[in-house]
T-cell receptor
Framework: NAGVTQTPKFRILKIGQSMTLQCTQDMNHNYMYWYRQDPGMGLKLIYYSVGAGITDKGEVPNGYNVSRSTTEDFPLRLELAAPSQTSVYFC?????????????FGSGTQLSVL | QQQVKQSPQSLIVQKGGISIINCAYENTAFDYFPWYQQFPGKGPALLIAIRPDVSEKKEGRFTISFNKSAKQFSLHIMDSQPGDSATYFCAASEGSRDDKIIFGKGTRLHILP
């Protein structure tokens, strides 16, 4: 019963490097989300997707890109890493429909940009 | 613009006491109000949720009180235990029209043994 799996768990990047944070879920959920968590700032929505081939911007999308080619996978891409992107990143998913709004979160990726 | 305002930022409660965390929102289209609990090093997990057609929902020691006219909702933890020490997030969404779930800034709760 894997749920939402995020890799890697930790990563250190140099300024200007790029990387992809991986997220996969095995619950056949249509909706997937990427949040970043900064101390005292709560969870900020970066991007979300309501199904394969469909993505939309959240509150803080600048500096990030996403794709959703399959129901299971929702990778987050950082093209030119900046120190402001140092954060803990959480991927989440939920079933479609307004009666199933419980989010299932992964265990997070801690990213440092130096 | 902060759509969901949460207070306090941190809270210390004696064991057996009542912990109260408050949230306020502006968007009257929000129709789903969950609370999430997060332990260090873990992702948040749904604790309890309410819809605006009821004023209160109780699950064990956890109760949500909802005031639609004031656009406020709160989490009450009765008989608080050291194991309740965690960060709590309120959130809101308008599930019938939008799929974004917006979170408050969180409250770090510490229960003294």
């Amino acid at each position: 019963n894997a749920g939402v799996t995020q890799t890697p768990k930790f990563r250190i990047l140099k300024i200007g490097q790029s990387m992809t944070l991986q997220c996969t879920q095995d619950m056949n959920h249509n909706y997937m989300y990427w949040y970043r968590q900064d101390p005292g700032m709560g969870l900020k929505l970066i991007y979300y997707s309501v199904g394969a081939g469909i993505t939309d911007k959240g509150e803080v999308p600048n500096g990030y890109n996403v794709s959703r080619s399959t129901t299971e996978d929702f990778p987050l891409r950082l093209e030119l890493a900046a120190p402001s992107q140092t954060s803990v990143y959480f991927c989440a998913s939920r079933p479609a429909g307004s009666t199933n709004e419980k989010l299932f979160f992964g265990s997070g990726t801690q990213l440092s940009v130096l | 613009q902060q759509q969901v305002k949460q207070s306090p930022q941190s809270l210390i409660v004696q064991k057996g006491g009542i912990s109260i965390i408050n949230c306020a929102y502006e968007n009257t289209a929000f129709d789903y109000f969950p609370w999430y609990q997060q332990f260090p090093g873990k992702g948040p997990a749904l604790l309890i949720a309410i819809r605006p057609d009821v004023s209160e929902k109780k699950e064990g020691r956890f109760t949500i009180s909802f005031n639609k006219s004031a656009k406020q909702f709160s989490l009450h933890i009765m008989d608080s235990q050291p194991g309740d020490s965690a960060t709590y997030f309120c959130a809101a969404s308008e599930g019938s029209r939008d799929d974004k779930i917006i979170f408050g800034k969180g409250t770090r709760l510490h229960i003294l043994p």
